[in-house]
Nanobody, 126 residues
Framework: VQLQASGGGLVQAGDSLTLSCSAS????????MGWFRQAPGKEREFVAT????????AYSDSVKGRFTIFRDNAKNTVFLQMNSLKPEDTAVYYC????????????????????WGQGTQVTVSS
């Protein structure tokens, strides 16, 4: 399954942006999907995750209250609505999926996702 992330761009602080990540297969049925980001010189960090069924979501403390992850199962797509963007949100954003059941804690760790998209750049100017 290929994941295609899109929606990144250059915005100003305070602006909003919505990222999307679509899966290539019609039979796509992961356990969960997540968004991670990586800024230059930094490790990849957890942003948000959502289980493919049910209502479970989780966010990093740095984005909680500003970002919302949601999905459209019929379109095999997960979204990341980003509001009140800050310069420190600047990074390459990656989507990922896992087909294996994971604990809520494990879903915050990159190595627990087996499939990754190519990343989309988000740049927030001050």
């Amino acid at each position: 399954v290929q994941l295609q992330a899109s929606g990144g761009g250059l915005v100003q602080a305070g602006d909003s942006l919505t990222l999307s990540c679509s899966a290539s297969e019609r039979t796509f049925n992961p356990y969960a999907m997540g968004w991670f980001r990586q800024a230059p010189g930094k490790e990849r960090e957890f942003v948000a995750t959502i289980r493919w069924s049910g209502s479970f979501t989780a966010y990093s403390d740095s984005v909680k209250g500003r970002f919302t992850i949601f999905r459209d199962n019929a379109k095999n797509t997960v979204f990341l609505q980003m509001n009140s963007l800050k310069p420190e949100d600047t990074a390459v954003y990656y989507c990922a999926s896992t087909v294996l059941p994971r604990t809520a804690y494990s879903l915050k760790t990159p190595h627990n996702y087996g499939n990754w998209g190519q990343g989309t750049q988000v740049t927030v100017s001050s």
